[in-house]
């Protein structure tokens, strides 16, 4: 079946304890990215990448690092994380930027 | 002004009425995504599209790229259709690959 998993889907955490979201899509998708989602902000795109080894900043990148050493796998790491990144995390893919999207099924995560 | 746009912030109808959610963005654009996000939070996407029109079952999607404008039509809606709809455009600059999403539109059909 044609999915993208995201890991885990629910994560609370402490101020400052590095943690690594895990993105795997199994459609050989050229475009993955990473989005989080407030209210009243809507969704937001953090980091996105076009292939393998090349990934670039969306809107509010401050605080995350990703990484794409693999086509199908686009990890979301967060060095130091702080009680503002408490959100709803969402990964996407699609075979080309400018194609229909493949969304995960969330990451709620919460920083104490 | 926030790129784009959505309008109506939360819509309620009876089923079987048609449903009308609207998106205006400010800038050029390459494409425009419609999505769903159902009350469980997970994603999907309805449409994506450059110019013209799309339907899939009961839904239709247009876009006018000359007004910055496009509609997601819902014909003879249905309690399962109530979700939060979203808009999200990708810009037309070459390299910039960023998709800028509108607030969502948050719709509930009553039985």
């Known amino acids: 079946e044609a999915q993208v998993t995201q890991n885990p889907r629910y994560l609370i955490t402490v101020t400052g304890k590095k943690l690594t979201v895990t993105c795997s899509q199994n459609m050989n998708h050229e475009y993955m990215s990473w989005y989080r989602q407030d209210p009243g902000l809507g969704l937001r795109q953090i980091y996105y990448?076009?292939?393998?080894?090349?990934?670039d900043k969306g809107d509010v990148p401050e605080g995350y690092k990703v990484s794409r050493k693999e086509k199908r796998n686009f990890p979301l790491i967060l060095e130091s994380p702080s009680p503002n990144q408490t959100s709803l995390y969402f990964c996407?893919?699609?075979?080309?930027?400018?194609?229909?999207?493949?969304f995960g099924q969330g990451t709620r995560l919460t920083v104490v | 002004k926030n790129e784009v746009e959505q309008s109506p912030q939360n819509l309620t109808a009876q089923e079987g009425e048609f449903i009308t959610i609207n998106c205006s963005y400010s800038v050029g654009i390459s494409a425009l995504h419609w999505l769903q996000q159902h009350p469980g939070g997970g994603i999907v996407s309805l449409f994506m599209?450059?110019?013209g029109k799309k339907k899939h079952g009961r839904l239709i999607a247009t876009i006018n790229i000359q007004e910055k404008h496009s509609s997601l039509h819902i014909t003879a809606s249905h309690p399962r259709d109530s979700a939060v709809y979203i808009c999200a455009v990708k810009g037309a600059n070459f390299g910039n690959e960023k998709l800028t999403f509108g607030t969502g539109t948050r719709l509930t059909i009553i039985p």
């Open positions: 996407a893919s699609s075979l080309l930027h400018d194609t229909e999207a493949f």
């Open positions: 599209l450059s110019s």
């Open positions: 990448s076009m292939n393998v080894e090349v990934t």
